[in-house]
Every structure is written in structure tokens, then in C-alpha cells.
């Protein structure tokens, strides 16, 4: 059986866990896990969480952080973990749904018909017939930061920022994460970074031939987002910090 671990970075989710919707994604999937991360929160997360994982035995953990160290170390946190396993596939997911669990199947299908394949990550391109939900200010904005980062990638990806991202389990993919990354909010154009970065120094397949975007049927924006309008400013100079520091040549 197909084993599938998914790290869920919470920060402050005590209002938003929609426990049935992950008991629900559970029962769907026998050979799936998850992996909560407490960052620090300062409301009832981890009593939740726990309580949660309590009541589905081995299929979920808590991992905490006493101190809140932002996102992208929780992520690799539950992904460092995840990745000495034996499951086969590990991703990371936001906890808010925003990308709704039933497009996991999609992404472990993807990875699971074409072995050449070592990323799945969720993309959010609104077509007709499928439900892309994103407040218009965020969506230019996204859109505007998602060209930059992938000029700069020099990859042709058309959504870096979506929160659903599923690796297969291999010993590059957990090199990706072995240090500590440096920018906050796009630490997904830092993984990108480091593995264009790695297939550039390897001799295997190029990073543009072992990543698939996901187009979402479902996704939406959801309320108490933890971005404020400053953030895009960092986020855009975190990006060119990126580029320097990992891709320049
Ligand atoms: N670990 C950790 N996770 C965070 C932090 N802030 C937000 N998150 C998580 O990151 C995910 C996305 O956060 P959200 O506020 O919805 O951001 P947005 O939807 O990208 O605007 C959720 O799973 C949050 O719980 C933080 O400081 N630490
Ligand atoms: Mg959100």
C-alpha cells in the first residue's frame, strides 16, 4: 500500500480546524497520515489537535514547537520527520483548506503513474467550470509575485504560493529541506530554488521535467489569513534573496 504523510503547519488554527473534513480525508484514504505541527500557538490549537489525534491513533501526530518560528520552519519540521519514514509520498498542506483534501488523490496519482515525477504542487488557474475562489487584490498581487518568481526560477510554473505540495520520498527531496530556509512567506520559491539548483548540478532529469502543477478543481480564499499587505513587499524582497543566494551563477 501506497504510504502518504501530510505535515499541516498551525499557527493560532483553534477557530479554523475543520476536524471532519480531516477525519473525512482519513477515512477515504487507509494508506494516509497526517502530521500536525503546532507552531507555538497561543489559543487552544494543541489541545485540539491532540485531542483530534487522540481519537485516530497511529494516522496522526503532533509535533510542537514551543515558540512560534514562522511557517516555513514548521513545514520542515513535520517534513524532516516525514521523510525518515518509509511512506512514500510527503507533502505539506494548509490547514485552513483552502485547497480542499479530496485533490489530494490527484496528487499521489500523478506521482504514482509517472515515476519521472518527484513534485505535485497545487495550482490555482481560473478556468471556467472549476471553482477558483481568490479575492482579486490577492490574486493581481499573487500573480505579479508568481511572474517574478518564475523568471527569476527560470522555469515556467504558474503558482509557486499554493499551500498544497506533495514530494515523493527520496533522498534529494529530503535535501531540499536539510537547512533551515531563509525567507519567510516564499519559502515554497526556496525549495523551488533549491531544486532547480540540484538538478542543475546533477545529471538527471531537469527540475521542469520532475514537477507537475496540479490545476485545483476547488479552491478558495479563506477568512483570517495571517498575510498582511506589508508582507508582499518582504515577500518580494525575499524572493530577490532567493534568486541571489541560491540560483545565481
Ligand atoms: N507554523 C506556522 N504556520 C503558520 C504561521 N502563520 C500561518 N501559518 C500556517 O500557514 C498556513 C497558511 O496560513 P494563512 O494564514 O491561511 O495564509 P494564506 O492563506 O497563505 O494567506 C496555515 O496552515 C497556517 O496555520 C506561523 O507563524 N507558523
Ligand atoms: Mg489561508
Not at 499521489?108 to 504542487?121: K, Q, W
Not at 507537475?212 to 506589508?230: C, H
Request: charged share 30%.
Amino acid at each position: 500500500m501506497r504510504r502518504t504523510i501530510i505535515v499541516v503547519p498551525c499557527y493560532n488554527e483553534a477557530h479554523r480546524f475543520d476536524e471532519s473534513a480531516f477525519a473525512s480525508a482519513l477515512d477515504a484514504d487507509p494508506a494516509l497520515s497526517f502530521y500536525f505541527v503546532d507552531d507555538g500557538s497561543r489559543d487552544r490549537t494543541r489541545a485540539r489537535l491532540e485531542a483530534f489525534a487522540a481519537s485516530r491513533g497511529e494516522r496522526c501526530r503532533v509535533i510542537a514547537h514551543e515558540m512560534n518560528q514562522g511557517k516555513a520552519a514548521a513545514v520542515r519540521t513535520g517534513l524532516l520527520e516525514a521523510f525518515a519514514t518509509d511512506a512514500d509520498y510527503c507533502g505539506f498542506w494548509d490547514a485552513d483548506l483552502a485547497t480542499p483534501l479530496d485533490e489530494l488523490p490527484r496528487f499521489v496519482e500523478i506521482l504514482e503513474e509517472r515515476p519521472l515525477l518527484d513534485l505535485a504542487i497545487g495550482s490555482r488557474v481560473k478556468l471556467l467550470g472549476r471553482s477558483i475562489e481568490r479575492n482579486p487584490l490577492r490574486h493581481y498581487l499573487g500573480r505579479v509575485a508568481a511572474t517574478i518568481a518564475s523568471l527569476l526560477l527560470d522555469l515556467p510554473v504558474y503558482d509557486t504560493q499554493c499551500g498544497a505540495k506533495l514530494f515523493r520520498n527520496t533522498p534529494a527531496a529530503a535535501k531540499l529541506f536539510a537547512e533551515p530556509f531563509a525567507s519567510g512567506w516564499v519559502f515554497d520559491v526556496e525549495i523551488i530554488a533549491r531544486l532547480v539548483r540540484q538538478r542543475r548540478d546533477g545529471d538527471g532529469p531537469s527540475a521542469e521535467e520532475t514537477i507537475y502543477e496540479v490545476p485545483l478543481y476547488r479552491w478558495k480564499d479563506v477568512a483570517g489569513s495571517k498575510i498582511r499587505p506589508a508582507d508582499y513587499l518582504r515577500a518580494f524582497v525575499d524572493v530577490l534573496r532567493v534568486y541571489q543566494r541560491t540560483l545565481r551563477r
